[in-house]
């Protein structure tokens, strides 16, 4: 009877073991499973896009940023994690991008939020930024309050960082550097007093520009003969374009971020209004800008993004068309993404700390993405570097982002300005020296 039930004391002993053996077993293939199985099977970091997506801006915004994705996760992701986008369309209102902003924080739980276009949006979308304590990068919204905030109240605004453009005070002062290299153009065929017209979409972030260029344009040696601010959705500009054409202007400098940029370009040559153009045309710089004018774009000078020639042709090769400055979602992805590989954690504190130091360490630190050396931007020349002021600003100057003016010329876009980056020389109309000829402006 004893022999018996020791012999079943021994079994139920070896049953436990088993059982123990197999749960641990289990446990120890599940760890292994875990930490071994391919990065495209590991939970995604999430990365909100957000703007104003139907437009031309936003659908640059997602060009740029799948570009990026696509690379980055094809080695490996980020802290052995792939990448998945996540898009929320701003609308056209402060109150529908900050509701668009909260989905993509409270709903989708994205690691970080990139793009908006419109500085009216990205302010109020940055009060739920430093509510969720969540990284923003914007690459459009140029009003200088928004990295101003980051000084004035930095432990709230920290999160925020401007990748481009530069701040409308610096672009600006760019189309002003430019101004008085065309204004010489002008005056070499004879005309003394240049005359100068504004248009421009009436937004937020255009309004400094607006207000500096009528001070500035006769500080430099030339008249001021109206200035017309239009809606950033104007379909027909014949009555503003007549106008122009009526003040005698020679020059007009155009602030368009809008769908009205194209409405002015091909007006302005179906018109053959008699002005030199310069200034701000974000919708010029598509490569389908010339097909949209039905070529009457001709002519049209804008600023641009300084783009390094190996990103053009792979933008160009995968969607077939030039990079805008909002496409710069590519160049914000890569610089999270490196600043989260250094901090090796996805803490927004961690990571600001890693963005603030982007371009500082020194040229013997490599970017673990892009084999290049830390603070190399593709939107900066060679030899130059991209960083961040204080205020989490992009730095803009010799040395660092620069912008430059393109022409478009017999449905080529030339570089035209500075001189030193030119690949063509700059164009005047010539209709509209044969009007100035033919009113005895010029001999």
Known sequence: MRKSLSKRAITRAQVIGIVLIIVIAIVAGV?????????????????????????????????????????????????????????????TTPMEGVLAFEKLVTVHKVSVVIGEEKSELCLAEQEVMADHKVIFLSVGAANPELCARVGQNYERYKYYFRISPVNSTMLGQYIFKG????????????????????????????????????????ELGMEHVGTWRVSPTATDLTSELLAIKESGAHLVLTMFSEAAGVVFSRQRGELEIPVAVWGINSEAQKAVFWESTLGYGNYECLMNTYWREEFIDKYMEKWGEYPTYCSATYE???????SVERAGTLDPDAVVQEIEMWGKRGSDVMQKFRDLHDGVGMNTAPG???EFTSNHDVMCGPG????????????????VWPESSATAEYQIPPYAIDYWRATGQIP
């Open 384 to 386: 130059c570097h991209f």
């Open 179 to 218: 101004l008085p290299w065309v204004r010489d153009k002008i005056k070499a065929l004879g005309i003394e007093n240049v005359k100068v017209a504004i248009i421009g979409a009436q937004t937020k972030g255009m309004e400094p520009i607006f207000e500096a260029a009528e001070a500035i344009i006769p």
């Open 332 to 338: 914000a992805i890569y610089i999270w993404a490196d």
């Open 31 to 91: 760890v292994f499973y875990y930490f071994t199985k391919p990065v495209e099977e590991k939970t995604p970091i999430k990365i909100g896009i957000i703007g104003p997506l139907r437009e031309t801006e936003g659908m640059h915004m997602q060009m740029g940023a799948i570009l990026a994705v696509e690379e980055i996760n094809a080695k490996g992701g980020v802290l052995g994690r792939p990448l998945e986008l996540v898009y929320e369309d701003s609308g």
């Open 400 to 415: 660092y982002v620069e912008p430059v003016f393109t022409q478009w010329i017999d449905g080529e876009l030339k570089c």
